[in-house]
């Protein structure tokens, strides 16, 4: 499974998880900066979370 922030343009901006995952609630949190380690600004973005089973998303909006 993995769970990925996108931009509103459809860029990727990081990675919250990648990896195996055990049928369950998981709880990932973003703390706002991209995968170069830069804080992003305020916006809206997608969180796309997909699994062997499928994919959802939803957005977001990250306030500083």
């Given amino acids: ?7 509103r343009q459809g860029k ?3 990675n919250l998880h990648s990896g195996p995952v055990k049928t369950g ?3 990932f949190v973003w703390n ?3 995968e170069r380690n830069h804080q992003m600004p305020t916006g809206s973005y997608t969180v ?5 089973v499928g994919m ?3 957005q ?3 306030i500083k």
């Fill in 12 to 14: 990727k901006v990081c």
């Fill in 56 to 58: 959802d998303s939803k």
């Fill in 48 to 52: 796309r979370i997909t699994s062997d």
């Fill in 25 to 27: 609630t998981y709880h």
């Fill in 32 to 34: 706002g900066m991209d």
């Fill in 60 to 62: 977001i909006i990250f």
């Fill in 1 to 7: 499974a993995a769970s990925d922030v996108y931009k």
